[in-house]
């Protein structure tokens, strides 16, 4: 895979982000004018000078006011039926995290873009951008704002003996078609600690080293549904719901997953999807 | 309770000795609050004690802080002059065990679930952090103690005249829960894997937890001490109302993922009928669904 334009944002953004955002409870909380300013900037490393235009009504971020629990915050995004179909890139940016662009979904041309929903890592009390990318360049932001903390350093690991023995396994749920014409909706659940390498070994005085998903590839009949970069603000056992239509739903078709983490290594699973009932 | 520790803190002898009960011969336990932690309470909220043999005393959760492992050791200090040969730490949560260091110089075992230590690793940074944030000048001397003697399926520990039998559990109120038999008296101490008035924390798997609730039950004994509530209830009959409570989550949170609600909403759902039955209902009952959904949405 090649270096994305992308990908060298993120790495900046952790290198020049991680200070301030690690800083502790003590400091003021961030005025206003701060937040805006903020944004701005991360608007410029991810962009550039590219122009990103408000997305009004066009674009919605659907999430808890008040997370009840910061490493597992649910996100969806919701991209309106008139564009949705010109949407190929989802980005979507927690202001105030470590490591703020959480997700870069590139979308295939079969993709259902009006929703796409995961679970994020939260650090601090923040705005939530998310961004949408048409294929001809055009950017449409949307913001929302989020009381949750701590949700990056937050221990995660429940069970670890249990984690360890299904790390890398997945688990697809299908939603009902009501009709054959319907784009097909789906759940992917994938079994990964996720780690952010922010929680510290105490007997050791080392951090605990990162790992998490880098790539996430969905294809059905080997076309693309989305490609996702990400890295550690997605929740430990990373969960996202996405559509795709399919050119020929009255036959039976083959959705597959393909991960690659930070520490190489590589996962996939297929599933089958009916074909649709005729109407 | 605001114990004062006084001098530096290798210095123990001015400290006042934290209330403790006499619950069976030889058997001390002090009742936690049923609070958050904070600077108030010395995050003294959990049920702890110490139990005395013919040779030896053993230490049954150091505590909260620093702070109030130190006021446990005087009410050790003022009932026995055997050595403390043991400190039981029954699983990795701060109200537990985070008093440890206030007894390091009576150099005992510490002795955890195998467990424990990959648990502290993955989380003993950040609870040192959050309690240094929460209880402030409080905290002071609190350190993590990781475990010197590991329990991965039994362990007898012998302190004179006095058998303690400690068992480590399979994934319930933590993945790292110990528990400990009394023989003398038939006294078991569950610590965490027995909540009573305060809403049970699922930090492990709700699923092992009634696993383990089921094995726990068929073991008779004259009395029992939780890890929060009174410090003595009668066994099994007071694990009634936390099987319920964690039956009733399980119950909900599956038809909640079957119909489709999300995460975030599904707690509104959970339980309801469970609210009046529990204090910090509100505080805790949300992270317990997001836990309890996080792992029934892989059945």
Same mark, same amino acid.
């Given at each position: 895979?090649?270096?994305?334009?992308?990908?060298?944002?993120?790495?900046?953004?952790?290198?020049? %982000? &991680?200070?301030?955002?690690?800083?502790?409870?003590?400091?003021?909380?961030?005025?206003?004018?701060?937040?805006? @300013?903020?944004?701005?900037?991360?608007?410029?490393? *991810?962009?550039?000078?590219?122009?990103?235009?408000? #997305?009004?009504?066009?674009?919605?971020?659907?999430?808890?006011?008040?997370?009840?629990?910061?490493? *597992?915050?649910?996100?969806?995004?919701?991209?309106?039926?008139?564009?949705?179909?010109?949407?190929?890139?989802?980005?979507?940016?927690?202001? /105030?995290?470590?490591?703020?662009?959480?997700?870069?979904?590139?979308?295939?041309?079969? =993709?259902?873009?009006?929703?796409? @929903?995961?679970?994020?890592?939260?650090?601090?009390?923040?705005?939530?951008?998310?961004?949408?990318?048409?294929?001809?360049?055009?950017?449409?932001?949307?913001?929302?704002? *989020?009381?949750? #903390?701590?949700?990056?350093?937050?221990?995660?690991?429940?069970?670890?003996?249990?984690?360890?023995?299904?790390?890398?396994?997945?688990?697809?749920?299908?939603?009902?078609?009501?009709?054959?014409?319907?784009?097909?909706? @789906?759940?992917?659940?994938?079994?990964?600690?996720?780690?952010?390498?922010?929680?510290?070994?105490?007997?050791?005085?080392?951090?605990?080293?990162?790992?998490?998903?880098?790539?996430?590839?969905?294809?059905?009949?080997?076309?693309?549904?989305?490609?996702?970069?990400?890295?550690?603000?997605?929740?430990?056992?990373?969960?996202?719901?996405?559509?795709?239509?399919?050119? /020929?739903?009255?036959?039976?078709?083959?959705?597959?997953?393909? !991960?690659?983490?930070?520490?190489?290594?590589?996962?996939?699973?297929?599933?089958?999807?009916?074909?649709?009932?005729?109407? | 309770?605001?114990?004062?520790?006084?001098?530096?803190?290798?210095?123990?002898?001015?400290?006042?000795?934290?209330?403790?009960?006499?619950?069976?011969?030889?058997?001390?336990?002090?009742?936690?609050?049923?609070?958050?932690?904070?600077?108030? /309470?010395?995050?003294?909220? @959990?049920?702890?004690?110490?139990?005395?043999?013919?040779?030896?005393?053993?230490v049954i959760d150091p505590g909260g802080s620093f702070a109030e492992g130190s006021a446990l050791r005087a009410a050790v200090r003022a009932r026995t002059d055997r050595?403390?040969?043991?400190? !039981?730490?029954?699983?990795?949560?701060?109200?537990? !065990?985070?008093?440890?260091?206030?007894?390091?110089?009576?150099?005992?075992?510490?002795?955890?679930?195998?467990?424990?230590?990959?648990?502290?690793?993955?989380?003993?940074?950040? $609870?040192?952090?959050?309690?240094?944030?929460?209880?402030?000048?409080?905290?002071?001397?609190?350190?993590?103690?990781?475990?010197?003697? &590991?329990?991965?399926?039994?362990?007898?520990?012998?302190?004179?005249?006095?058998?303690?039998?400690?068992? =480590?559990?399979?994934?319930?109120?933590?993945? /790292?829960? %110990?528990?400990?038999?009394?023989?003398?008296?038939?006294?078991?101490?569950?610590?965490?894997?027995?909540?009573?008035?305060?809403?049970?924390?699922?930090?492990?798997?709700?699923?092992?937890?009634?696993?383990?609730?089921?094995?726990?039950?068929?073991?008779?004994?004259?009395? =029992?001490?939780?890890?929060?509530?009174?410090?003595?209830?009668?066994?099994?009959?007071?694990?009634?109302?936390?099987?319920?409570?964690?039956?009733?989550?399980?119950?909900?949170?599956?038809?909640?993922?079957?119909?489709?609600?999300?995460?975030?909403?599904?707690?509104?759902?959970?339980?309801?009928?469970?609210?009046?039955?529990?204090?910090?209902?509100?505080?805790?009952?949300?992270?317990?669904?997001?836990?309890? $959904?996080?792992?029934?949405?892989?059945?």
């Open positions: 895979m090649g270096v994305t334009p992308s990908m060298l944002g993120r790495a900046a953004l952790v290198f020049l %982000l &991680l200070g301030s955002a690690l800083s502790g409870p003590a400091r003021a909380e961030p005025t206003e004018a701060e937040r805006m @300013a903020r944004w701005a900037d991360l608007r410029h490393a *991810i962009f550039g000078n590219r122009v990103v235009e408000d #997305a009004g009504d066009l674009v919605a971020i659907d999430a808890p006011v008040r997370a009840e629990d910061a490493a *597992i915050v649910p996100v969806a995004i919701r991209v309106a039926e008139m564009l949705a179909p010109e949407i190929r890139g989802l980005y979507l940016v927690i202001d /105030n995290n470590p490591s703020p662009l959480a997700a870069h979904l590139i979308l295939g041309p079969i =993709a259902d873009a009006r929703e796409m @929903a995961t679970r994020v890592r939260i650090d601090d009390y923040t705005y939530l951008h998310a961004v949408a990318e048409t294929a001809d360049g055009r950017l449409y932001a949307a913001a929302r704002f *989020i009381k949750a #903390a701590g949700g990056c350093s937050a221990p995660a690991g429940k069970d670890q003996a249990l984690a360890l023995e299904r790390l890398g396994k997945m688990k697809l749920s299908l939603a009902d078609r009501s009709r054959p014409d319907e784009p097909i909706r @789906a759940k992917l659940l994938i079994s990964h600690p996720n780690s952010s390498g922010l929680q510290m070994d105490q007997a050791t005085r080392n951090y605990i080293r990162a790992d998490f998903m880098q790539t996430l590839d969905v294809t059905y009949n080997g076309q693309q549904v989305f490609r996702l970069e990400s890295d550690i603000a997605i929740s430990e056992d990373p969960s996202f719901n996405f559509g795709f239509r399919s050119s /020929n739903p009255g036959t039976a078709g083959v959705i597959k997953a393909e !991960i690659l983490d930070s520490s190489q290594r590589r996962f996939s699973q297929s599933w089958p999807v009916p074909a649709a009932a005729q109407m | 309770m605001a114990a004062v520790v006084l001098g530096t803190p290798a210095s123990h002898a001015e400290t006042a000795a934290l209330p403790v009960t006499e619950i069976a011969s030889g058997i001390f336990v002090h009742n936690g609050v049923h609070e958050e932690a904070s600077a108030a /309470n010395d995050d003294a909220i @959990a049920n702890i004690g110490f139990i005395i043999g013919d040779k030896a005393a053993a050595p403390i040969r043991y400190v !039981i730490l029954t699983h990795v949560h701060p109200d537990h !065990i985070f008093g440890a260091a206030a007894f390091r110089d009576d150099h005992p075992d510490f002795v955890g679930h195998a467990k424990l230590p990959g648990a502290l690793a993955q989380r003993g940074d950040y $609870y040192v952090r959050r309690l240094h944030e929460t209880l402030g000048a409080e905290a002071t001397g609190t350190e993590i103690v990781p475990p010197t003697v &590991l329990v991965s399926d039994r362990l007898d520990l012998d302190l004179g005249g006095r058998l303690l039998t400690l068992r =480590a559990h399979g994934p319930a109120h933590t993945d /790292n829960d %110990l528990t400990v038999f009394d023989q003398n008296t038939r006294t078991f101490w569950l610590a965490d894997l027995l909540f009573v008035d305060r809403i049970p924390v699922i930090d492990g798997s709700l699923v092992g937890w009634l696993k383990q609730l089921d094995e726990l039950t068929t073991i008779s004994a004259d009395r =029992a001490v939780p890890g929060h509530g009174p410090v003595s209830v009668p066994w099994p009959a007071a694990a009634e109302p936390e099987r319920r409570y964690l039956e009733a989550v399980a119950h909900d949170t599956r038809a909640a993922i079957k119909s489709g609600i999300g995460i975030a909403n599904a707690y509104r759902q959970v339980a309801n009928s469970e609210r009046g039955n529990w204090l910090l209902f509100d505080e805790y009952h949300p992270r317990n669904v997001t836990a309890s $959904y996080k792992e029934l949405e892989w059945e």
